[in-house]
């Protein structure tokens, strides 16, 4: 062992960094209570104490950081949406995904790889026509590919899976991948640094509300006052709402993804196929990662299924047929609140300093970092919401203003 | 493989079926305002425990009404529409919408 090596391990500046502190006791009341620690609230909590100097936060988290469907999702980045609406706010967070890493002095392993959707029938194709239109149009770089361009980007692909023939794919170069827990720690560190309190194993049992506003959090830990409430609980959104005296517009439905054993690289580009409903991709370990559409019943748990693990590896082998040799390393679920439009949830509430962050259904990593800059702006604002983000209150329902991105989010995420 | 009891068809593979959302009261489409309108189309309890549905058995094309757990995974009870729907319901026509050739 090299000398240098033990002297370091020896000295007292090892370890160098503790990113987060030790656990303390719980204070009597904040200015900012968040609910969940995901990327979600943690991204929340750190721009809050950036950008506006409020520092007095605690996020709240039932289990572990990091642990719900951000540790679950496949960390698909990207903004080749279909609505105006939709690409201008994608397209903001891809932005910011790519100087995540500088920014906190910590490794996300952004890795910009580009995204190929196949289409297999002539109305995808034309649907892709309009994506690569509007997403050019608001700054994403995405255009149309023959099959041959396909065949040159993607050698090991089958370009005539069965009943499918490809017939043409939405290349977007924007198209990336992000270690997705390396994302939530990122944030923890950055907002503990700045004062904010990260407590875990936390869970709000139920909510104060007086007069229209929310005064206090009951907790396992006992009860704290807020300023004000950011809900920022992915799968159980309704859960919460309810507690708060409101309904949503969600179904919650586990969606089931697995990994192989690590290979070789072969695959550089996010493969995705809406009409197989599989997406394949292999991670810098070379494993290669299946996910694919919603399971079709609605649930609050997060088994796995022998129906799905069939049908989402038959339509794998039907895009990489020489994949029948792998075997499979890790099977699991998330619980996704899915909205109508395939759209979130942000902004204000019925209750009048409660904020929603939710209804983010398969597609809400990609949106961490934008969607925590936006909405530490309307707390920091006290309800006024961000330009970004108000097509997407949960008012749009009442108004039948749905922004529909159902097309394109499918099997794409 | 999970088993749905159709009460028609007996004990049949899940996949068979097709979940048709909440049992839910509609409103009255005439009388009602936009937003009730709206809670009715879009929104839903979303319980997570005992719920109440409409399921739908594909190649029978049977409705029926599942009680299920949607923490547990478990099916508690199914049963056909008549055991709760015990008068005929009858949806008004509007004329001017059903005037016949529109081709
Ligand atoms: C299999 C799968 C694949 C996916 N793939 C992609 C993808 O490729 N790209 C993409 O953009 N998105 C994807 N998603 C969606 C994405 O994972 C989520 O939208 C995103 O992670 C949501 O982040 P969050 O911080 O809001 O939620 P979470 O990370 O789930 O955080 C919410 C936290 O709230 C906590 N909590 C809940 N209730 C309480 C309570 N009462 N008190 C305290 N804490 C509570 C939970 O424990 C949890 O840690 C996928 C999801 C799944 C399941």
Known sequence: MPFSLLKYGLSSDYPVDVDLPAPKELKSSYDVVIIGGGGHGLATAYYLAKYHNITNVAVLEKAYLGGGNTARNTAVIRSNYLTPEGVRFYSESVRMFQSLSNEFDYNIMYSERGQLTLAHTDATVRAFRQRAEVNTHFGGRTEMLDRQQIRELVPSLNMDPGHLPVMAGLWHKDGATARHDAVAWGYAKEAAKRGVEIHQLTEVQDLVIEGGKVRAVKTNRGTIQCGCVVQAVAGHSSILAKKAGFTMPIISYPLQAMVTQPFKPFLDPLVSSSALHCYVQQTSRGEVVFGGGSDPYPLYNTRSTLDLKESLIGAALEMFPFLSQARLMRQWAGTTDMTPDYSPIMGLSPVENYYLDAGWGTWGFKATPICGKTMAELVASGGKTPDLIAPFALERFARFRQVNEMGATAASH | ?103
């Open chain 2, 1 to 103: 493989m999970k088993i749905m009891p159709c009460p028609l068809n007996g004990p049949r593979n899940i996949s068979e079926f097709v979940y048709g959302g909440e049992l839910t009261e509609m409103p009255d489409p005439d009388t009602t305002s936009d937003r009730e309108w709206a809670d009715y189309v879009f929104f839903s309890d979303n319980t997570a425990g005992v719920v109440i549905e409409w399921w739908m058995h594909a190649a029978s094309s049977y409705w029926f009404i599942a009680e299920r757990h949607t923490v547990t995974d478990e099916i508690l009870r199914t049963y056909d529409p008549s055991e709760r729907f015990t008068q005929r319901i009858d949806f008004p026509m509007n004329h001017s919408d059903t005037v016949g050739d529109r081709t």
